[in-house]
């Protein structure tokens, strides 16, 4: 099976392995690599973290399938020689490649060489000196330098890459010189990564936004970790402004959506979430969205959706809320004639009461092997029994992190169905504590933790309470003194009239 070296993106280094194997299960792709690597790029230590995998899959053509949908891919490449010098290269190609093939490699062929590098930048000087060091080899003996190639010409045009990795951590010091490449790579690029889907679903571009509305590379994450693909049926039951199912779309599923916010979907007549659909001509593909509260969802216990994809509302820039009457509010019956038109009261709903429905909705609706995609805040005080849990779902993972402050950030979880839903069994009212996760769950009070300031939670409450217990025992003594001051008073004030 052929060999390739993987250069995927500097972000979201916990996000690189599951996005590549979501995608390669989309296409039945088996694709193979060395799992002490994953120590390097899923690290989020800058000292040995590195964007490079070599993968092995069986065919150049499994690879391109793979970029066409793959968003955190930069580029593969087809290695030729590698080495921890630049003057190792050509030693590299004599020992591994025939002379004779090497010079009649490129015959009839154009071709051009870039020069990219990790952890440090060149200037054009610097990258010309670099590409004369290579040319002591008869691959250059045939073929033509062309910089800007014709689409009918690229089929004869060969893309040449110098890749050095420096590695972040030593950014400061490449240009002293002081400091060697970790390796260097000399090979051909076979593929680019589908980063141009980035710029396609720009919000700025967008007509129709809201505050929280997800970034188009973290969507369409979401979207390959769900599986999504051509005649899929996708939902979000917490909608918003619909930026999940619109990438959804983009892939051919046909999509839905639902929300407990009118205003959210329909800002106004002539610009709501649908205008978003119709800019980018997916109007066919999306089905609509529905009005309702998650919390007693309309939908049967019925398995029709391959994926749910979702960003549950947490409570820091727009907290949850279902149906439901306030305490301080009497019920009051509508009206038969208004009821069509009636908005109900909403009250609070936490966080962990927003998961358990959630998982539990998936456990309905979802096809036995489709898949959950959630985004669930997190602290610094993760633990693995934060994770909500149900029966009928098995967890893929939840080790893809973003870190928003040195607070907290949001894990994207993925999960997949197993069996059947069965009301008598798995109805979260019958399961227990240990069924459901969320055992004393960091993000039950999230806003907490995240609008203190330098200290955490624990310590800010206790220091707040302490400060609240001085204040009332330094009035009650107040009262105290006072009382006994007029109760002196009025003792003496008897004592003299007695005289």
């Known amino acids: 099976m052929p060999k390739y070296l993987i250069n995927f993106v500097q972000q979201y280094a916990s996000f690189r392995i599951h996005e590549l194997e979501s995608v390669a299960r989309i296409f039945n792709i088996d694709v193979q690599y060395n799992k002490e690597d994953l120590e390097f790029i899923e690290s989020l230590d800058p000292e040995i973290e590195t964007p490079f995998l070599y993968v092995t899959v069986n065919s150049e053509e499994d690879i391109k399938k793979i970029c066409t949908r793959s968003v955190l891919i930069k580029s593969v490449y087809s290695i030729w020689a590698e080495s921890s010098l630049l003057d190792g290269i050509i030693n590299e190609l004599h020992n591994n490649f025939d002379k004779k093939f090497l010079a009649n490699y490129m015959v009839d062929k154009t071709f051009k060489i870039e020069v990219e590098s990790y952890g440090s930048k060149y200037n054009q000087k610097e990258k010309l000196e670099m590409m004369n060091k290579i040319k002591d080899t008869p691959l250059w003996d045939n073929g033509k330098c062309l910089m800007h190639p014709t689409e009918e010409q690229m089929d004869k045009h060969i893309l040449w890459y110098i890749l050095t990795d420096f590695g972040v951590e030593r950014q400061g010091l490449v240009k002293d010189f002081t400091l060697l490449p970790r390796k260097v790579y000399f090979g051909q690029r076979i593929a680019k990564g589908n980063r141009d889907d980035i710029i396609k679903y720009n919000l700025s571009d967008r007509k129709y936004l809201g505050t929280t509305s997800m970034d188009p590379e973290l969507s369409l994450v979401s979207a390959n970790m769900g599986l999504v693909k051509n005649g899929h049926f996708v939902l979000d039951p917490f909608v918003g402004t619909g930026s999940f199912i619109l990438v959804a779309s983009h892939f051919g599923a046909q999509t839905v959506g639902c929300d407990i916010d009118i205003k959210a979907m329909r800002k106004e007549e002539n ?143 993925t999960m997949e169905k197993i069996i059947e839903y069965n009301d008598s069994i798995h109805n979260k009212s019958l399961l227990v504590q240990e069924d459901l996760g969320q055992v004393d769950p960091q993000h039950k009070d999230l806003r907490a933790v995240v609008f203190w300031r330098k200290m955490g939670t624990n310590e800010k409450t206790k220091k707040k309470e302490q400060k609240k217990q001085s204040v009332e025992k330094h009035l009650k003594d107040k009262s105290n ?17 007695n005289k």
């Open 271 to 413: 610009c709501n979430l649908e205008t978003n659909f119709k800019d980018h001509g997916l109007t066919s593909q999306f089905l609509g969205t529905i009005l309702c509260d998650n919390s007693c969802p309309p939908w049967r216990i019925n398995s029709m959706f391959d994926s749910i994809i979702t960003d549950p509302p947490y409570g820091i820039r727009a907290g949850a809320r279902k149906i439901g009457y306030k305490e301080n509010r009497k019920f009051v019956p509508v009206p038969e004639g208004l009821r069509r038109d009636h908005i109900p009261q909403c009250i609070d709903y936490s966080v962990p009461e927003v998961m358990a429905d959630l998982l539990e909705l998936a456990a309905k609706t979802l096809v036995v092997g489709g898949r959950l995609v959630y985004w669930l805040p997190t602290t610094p005080d993760y633990k693995e029994t934060d994770l909500p849990r149900h029966p009928c779902l098995r967890l893929i993972t939840a080790s893809c992190l973003q870190i928003l402050t040195n607070r907290w950030g949001r894990r994207l979880v």
């Open 481 to 497: 003194n006072d009382n006994s001051n007029n109760k002196n008073n009025s003792n003496n004030e008897n004592n003299n009239n």
